[in-house]
């Protein structure tokens, strides 16, 4: 199983894949690493806190944030998705608004608790660029909206050990969460090497994911329940047996 995970985070999914006899490959497309300078983004953090609601689009923003200042603040907490929350949740913000559909952007606009915000202050805590979906749609509604970027996502460094490991492979599935990872992937293998990586399977976090996936050559993408790594796993496990 090829896991995609940033530079880092994959380790316990790739364990859990070895405790059940499968072959993981770490194929990280991003790597995730602190903005600066750290006084600047401390403050617009505490300001973020000192509002009416911060979102958190992803566990990661969660962990970057975590490292400048407590996140206990005025400000209600949000999460993008449910690893997100859990994330917030070892932090001891339990009172979190999750979306209840989709867990993304648009599921968090559906949310009832944002249909009326308008004069509220809220700010998106994560890492710059993105679709500015959430952004946006909060603006239409009257909110005044701050970006505080904790983090940002850079190309992970692949070398010749990472085709090695990926080429050995004859049937494989790709764990995929994230639209950028995808393009960062195909930047940085050889096509050779890419070609070789979608003749598996593609088990996608999303619907967004996976319309990408498809786009990018995944003859065959299977969606699972969300980007958590439980059901990421149990989707690629059902995947392979079918494969």
Known sequence: MVITRPVGQGRALAQQVRALAGRPVLLPGLSLRATGPAASVRAALRQALAGDLVLFTSPAAVRFAA????????????????ATAR????????????????????????HPALASVRGWRIAVVGAPGGRGVLQQGLRERGAAVADVAVYQRMPARLDARHGRSLQALRRHVVMLSSVETLGHLQAALTDVQWQHLVTGAAVVSSARVGAAARAAGFARVVQADSALDAAMLARAVAVQADT
């Not at 490292?67 to 449910?82: I, N, P, Q």
């Not at 339990?94 to 606009?109: A, H, I, K, R």
């Open 67 to 82: 490292d400048l200042a407590s996140l206990h603040g005025h400000a209600r907490s949000g999460a993008v998705g449910r």
């Open 87 to 110: 994330a917030l949740a070892r932090h001891g913000i339990d009172e979190v608004l999750v979306p209840t559909t989709t867990q993304d952007s648009e599921g968090v606009l559906a």
